[in-house]
């Protein structure tokens, strides 16, 4: 069963470039890798999906090397509003079945002016 | 769509009492997964549903967590005797059939006295 790691914390600027590794050694063949933001007193929000290689939309992009046994959430010129709890999540799908979830400790990020 | 809703979104009670917290899930979504989230252990997973039926409830952390799920757009997590260390914020989320993005509810701040 796949779990995650990732760093506690991690500051940054306003109009700098954040990049929070994940790893999850025991990533199975058909887990995916999901990244949420949580603010204070919010239930976590959906920034990004990826299988392998690089997906990239309009809030970040993910990097995940090719034996995808860690993946790299990257947050281009953050704003103080980005200041949140991103969390990791390696997710299994078994056919019609999702199969056991799990996100990670949280990385908080704070972004100073 | 209003998104996932759960209620009461704080809930104060005393040791020994009966807690129920209600969550309606995203229409069409056929997963709904219960989080219980403290600063000590972060985010766990404590129950999902597909299609009503649970899947997985190894996360509920003893018998006093009872979960149901009746129909589509219902389900409800039950502790009873409550304790103080039940206090947490638990949070409702659906997700639609073979896609991992989850939607989380606002959460209900539970207070344990």
């Known amino acids: 069963l796949a779990k995650t790691t990732q760093p506690i914390s991690m500051d940054s600027y306003e109009g700098q470039e954040v990049n929070i590794t994940c790893s999850h050694n025991n990533i199975a063949t058909n887990d995916y890798i999901t990244w949420y933001q949580q603010f204070p007193s919010q239930g976590p929000r959906f920034i990004i999906q990826?299988?392998?290689t690089k997906v990239t939309n309009e809030v970040a992009s993910l990097f995940i090397p090719a034996d995808r046994k860690s993946s790299t959430l990257s947050l281009p010129r953050v704003s103080l509003s980005d200041t949140a709890v991103y969390y990791c999540?390696?997710?299994?799908?078994?056919?019609?079945?999702?199969?056991?979830?799990?996100f990670g400790r949280g990385t908080q990020l704070t972004v100073w002016p | 769509d209003a998104g996932v809703i759960q209620s009461p979104r704080h809930e104060v009670t005393e040791m020994g009492q009966e807690v129920t917290l209600r969550c309606k899930p995203i229409s069409g979504h056929d997963y709904l997964f219960w989080y219980r989230q403290t600063m000590m252990r972060g985010l766990e997973l404590l129950i999902y549903f597909n299609n009503n039926v649970p899947i997985d409830d190894s996360g509920m952390p003893e018998d006093r967590f009872s979960a149901k799920m009746p129909n589509a757009s219902f389900s409800t997590l039950k502790i009873q005797p409550s304790e103080p260390r039940d206090s947490a914020v638990y949070f409702c989320a659906s997700s639609a059939r073979g896609k991992e993005t989850q939607y989380f509810g606002p959460g209900t701040r539970l207070l344990v006295l």
């Open positions: 999540l390696v997710g299994l799908l078994r056919g019609s079945t999702l199969g056991r979830l799990y």
């Open positions: 990826g299988y392998k």
